[in-house]
């Protein structure tokens, strides 16, 4: 997932990252401030930085860090679901005057373990194709994981669908009972009203 948006200096921007457990997850950031005078951002925000929040499915904080204008913040859950990634800028100015705008940068990747080249240029062919295929072993257990979330996410999907069905099933019962009721219960009140007016 790679985007920017715009942000108020002091406002909380979130995003939610459907996430399995057990995985790793690292964040790119880079914040550029809007200058009045170029009427254009300026390539970074120097002396802001950045909070960043990460919140669990059952609303536990799994990370909560002050970084600089640009930089990499990591995380592993532990849970599957949805992670709100939150991120604020430190700006100690009042609202009245926290005027600036601000351009975010964001690149999440998702149980990625990056390659780095330095290393494996460094090392002989041999130690080089061993690198990349534990690379390749790393990202085939996170596709596994991957499936077997998207299998859970199914199943519980099927579940509800069927608990639905059931229950508009029992509905539509109770409706046609309480319909065949009403309809007695109307046919009997005519039925008295006329024998009271001695009309049958």
Known sequence: LALYFHSGEREEK???EDIPSET??????????????????????PGLGMFVTVTTPSA??????????QGTFSFTSYLSGEH????????TRFVAFAGSKLRIHLDIRVG???LDESVVQAKDK?????????????????I????NYEREREEKFRKTSEETNS?????AIVQTIILIFIGIWQIKSLRDFFISKKLV
Not at 60 to 69: A, I, R
Not at 144 to 147: F, I, L, R
Not at 167 to 171: G, S, V
Request: glycine fraction near 2%; proline fraction near 1%.
């Open 14 to 16: 979130c995003i939610i």
């Open 24 to 45: 790793l997850v690292i964040g790119n950031y880079k914040v550029q401030r809007w200058d009045i005078h170029k009427q254009d951002f300026l390539e970074s925000a």
């Open 60 to 69: 536990e904080v799994l990370l909560s860090k002050l970084y600089g204008p």
């Open 84 to 91: 709100v990634i939150c991120l604020q800028s430190n700006s």
């Open 112 to 114: 990625e373990h990056f």
């Open 126 to 142: 041999v130690n080089e194709v061993t690198f990349r295929l534990e690379h390749l072993i790393e990202q085939i257990h996170h």
């Open 144 to 147: 596994s994981k991957e499936q």
């Open 167 to 171: 229950n508009i099933l029992w509905w």
